[in-house]
C-alpha cells in the first residue's frame, strides 16, 4: 500500500498553507489542482494507431475482469453498456478506438501509474449526500460515542477516530466531523479526529475542496448549518464551504480496499463504510470485513449501509442494531 503523499494526506491546517482562501472559492481550484498533480498523471496520446479487435466481446470480458481485480468493483455482462459509455471519454482523450487497445495500455507503466486512476474514476459510483441514512448519526451520538468513552470502569476515553471508508466527495466525514463536535460540546475534554478514504481521486478532490452547491447541504439540520458552513461572497454562485474548524478534524488519503495492508496507524474506534461493499461480491466483502476488523480496537463499532449485511460471514463481529456491528471488548 502507497503511503498517503501531498495535500490529500494533510490535515485542513496543512491545507490553508497551500494558499487556498475562503473568500473566492472559484479561485481555489488552480492551486488544488497543482497539490494533486502527484496523483494525476494525464497521458494524453497513444503512440500506436488503432487495432481492430477480432473479438469485441472477449475485450469487453477481460477489461470487466481486469477492473474487478483492480478495484474490487463486481463487473457483470450487465455493466456491458454502462462500462462503455463511462469509458468512452477515456478512450477519446487517449485516442484510442478500441477497448482491447484500453486494456492493454492499462497495463504498460504509463496506464497503470496516469490512467488507471482515470479508469477507476470512471467506473466508481460515487452518490453520497449530507446525513445520508440519518439513524446512524443518532445511534452514533446517543449508544456508540458514550459506550465508548465510558468502557473500562473509570478510564473514559477522551478521544475517539473515526473511518470514513468509501467517503466519495466528503459529505459523510463531514457530516460525522459535524456530529462529533456537537457531541464534543457536551463532554468536557472529549476530543476526536475522522479519517476519509477513497479511491476515486476525482472524489476525493472534491472532499477536500469541501465546496458544495447550497441544494447539496439541504438535509444537514439549519442549527448546524449555521455553526459549520460558511456561505460564498459572491451570493450569485450558491455554493457553501464547510468551515475550517470542522475542515481541519478531517483528514483524507487515497485507499484502495484491495491492497492486502492498509496504511493506517491509528486505532480506529468506528467504521462508517456504507454503500460501498454493496459493488463487490461476496468472497471481497468479507475479506474486507476481516481487514477493517485488523483496525478496529475492542468494543470498535461498525456501521454499514443500510442494504448491506455481514449475515453469515466469518468475521469477529456481533450485530447490536440494524446494519450496526461491534467488535466484542
Ligand atoms: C456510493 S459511494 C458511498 C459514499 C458514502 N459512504 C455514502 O454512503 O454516502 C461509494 C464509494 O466507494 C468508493 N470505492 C469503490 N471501490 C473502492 C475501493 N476498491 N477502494 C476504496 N474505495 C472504493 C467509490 O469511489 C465511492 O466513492
Known sequence: MKKAEGPIAETARGRERTALSDRK???????LRKGLRFMITVETSLK?????????GDDQRS?????????????PPAKRVM????????????????????????????????????????????????????????YLAAQAL??????????????????SAGCSTGEEPYTLA???????????????KVLATDISTRALEK????????????PIPEKLKAKYLLRSKDSSKNLVRIAPWIREKV????????????????????????????????????????????????????????SETIHNMDVPLVATAPTIYRRPQ
Open 251 to 306: 483528514a483524507f488519503q487515497r485507499l484502495n480496499f484491495m491492497e492486502d495492508r492498509f496504511s493506517i496507524r491509528d486505532k480506529i474506534d468506528v467504521i462508517f463504510c456504507r454503500n460501498v461493499i454493496i459493488y463487490f461480491d461476496r468472497p471481497t466483502q468479507e475479506q474486507l470485513m476481516n481487514k477493517f476488523c485488523r483496525h478496529l480496537g475492542p468494543g470498535g463499532y461498525l456501521f454499514l449501509g443500510h
Open 48 to 56: 500506436s494507431g488503432p487495432v481492430t479487435s477480432s473479438s469485441p
Open 146 to 163: 458514550p459506550s465508548l468513552i465510558d468502557a473500562g470502569a473509570g478510564r473514559e476515553r477522551k478521544r475517539i477516530t473515526v473511518w
Open 25 to 31: 472559492h472559484g479561485e481555489e481550484r488552480p492551486a
Open 63 to 75: 477489461l470487466r475482469a481486469f477492473i474487478q481485480k483492480e478495484c474490487g468493483i463486481k463487473m
Open 207 to 218: 472532499a477536500w475542496l469541501a465546496v458544495y452547491d447550497r441544494e447539496r447541504a439541504a
Open 178 to 192: 459535524m456530529v462529533l463536535s456537537e457531541f464534543a460540546e457536551t463532554r468536557p475534554g472529549f476530543d476526536f
Open 83 to 138: 462500462l462503455e459509455a463511462r469509458l468512452q471519454k477515456r478512450l477519446r482523450a487517449l485516442g484510442i478506438t478500441t477497448l482491447k487497445d484500453y486494456r492493454e495500455y492499462l497495463l504498460t507503466d504509463a496506464g497503470r501509474n496516469g490512467e488507471l486512476i482515470h479508469c477507476i474514476d470512471a467506473v466508481t459510483t460515487n452518490k453520497t449526500d449530507f446525513f445520508r441514512e440519518p439513524s446512524h448519526f443518532d
